[in-house]
Nanobody, 116 residues
Framework: QVQLVESGGGLVQPGGSLRLSCVASGSIFSFFRMGWYRQAPGNQRDMVAIITNNFNTNYAASVKGRFTISGDSAKGTVHLQMNSLKPEDTAVYFC??????????WGQGTQVTVSS
């Protein structure tokens, strides 16, 4: 059984920074892709940033230049450095992982609130 556990959410003022981390536990991983997704109340879950097992990255347009994803999906770790945070970044952030032939794995989510 694979579990993804996120950490690092919280309350921050506009313009501030937070770093999210996600670590997989359980069976050995070999995710071909891991990423961060977010969901605000009343909205769908959207991709924020993803990293593949050959370290290619992709970002949502709204966070490009402000957020940086890092980690090693093949080893089940991924981080998200969030700088210049805006109130519209407020959401529950989920870690996700994809392995070939299996349904996506999700963490439980961590709340990020950007407010003065």
């Amino acid at each position: 059984q694979v579990q993804l556990v996120e950490s690092g959410g919280g309350l921050v003022q506009p313009g501030g920074s937070l770093r999210l981390s996600c670590v997989a536990s359980g069976s050995i991983f070999s995710f071909f892709r891991m990423g961060w997704y977010r969901q605000a109340p009343g909205n769908q879950r959207d991709m924020v940033a993803i990293i593949t097992n050959n370290f290619n990255t992709n970002y949502a347009a709204s966070v490009k230049g402000r957020f940086t994803i890092s980690g090693d999906s093949a080893k089940g770790t991924v981080h998200l450095q969030m700088n210049s945070l805006k109130p519209e970044d407020t959401a529950v952030y989920f870690c996700g992982g994809d392995r070939a032939g299996e349904n996506p794995y999700w963490g439980q989510g961590t709340q990020v609130t950007v407010s003065s």
